[in-house]
């Protein structure tokens, strides 16, 4: 498997790992996707992986119920994947330690408005739209940042700016705002991949 590996976690449908897939497939793509891991036995992005011929694996407080072992199982799954760039597109658990570590620079996450607003614990889904119209915002969109420790408060790489419509509900506000995701998160891949590729392994850093 050619140019820079990423991994992808998710916890449902799975629709910004199509997005990623569809970008990896073109002929000068610098990234492949090497591994899908899921928190859900039944999300749809397992079942995409599986289609697609991508290495998936469930991993969650059900194969692992201590924490510590489940933070163990995905850091091994990840380096035995030799993973380069890791990415949580609509995973919803906290990574642990042990993995944040062993990709302290290379882990990013897309969340579903303009941070710093509108994040931090608790804020996904539909909270995160709600939270957007009830605070009057004219515009909101995607943000893909880098993860630490807290939730939502890595340093910014790219935002998308989606407006918000008079009549606008959480559901067509999420909607709209999810296909800004689509292009802006393989976009921003694509860049960082393109990025690592020129370092050489195996302190590969984009930033």
Known sequence: MSGVHVAVLASHNGSNLRALHRTSLSPDSPFTISLVISNN???G??????DA???ALHLSGSTHPEPELLDAAIRSALTAHETDLVVTAGYMKKLGPRTRAEYTSRIVNVHPALLPR???KGMYGNAVHEAVLASGDTVSG??????TEDYDAGPVLAQARVPVVPGDTAESLAE????????????????LAASMSHTPTPHRRPW
């Open 41 to 43: 036995s039944g999300s």
């Open 118 to 120: 509108h994040g931090g």
């Open 45 to 50: 992005a397992l079942a995409f992986a599986r």
């Open 142 to 147: 995607p943000t893909v940042h880098l993860v």
């Open 53 to 55: 011929g991508i290495p």
């Open 176 to 191: 709209r705002v999810l296909v800004a995701e689509h292009d802006l998160l393989p976009a921003v891949v694509r860049r």
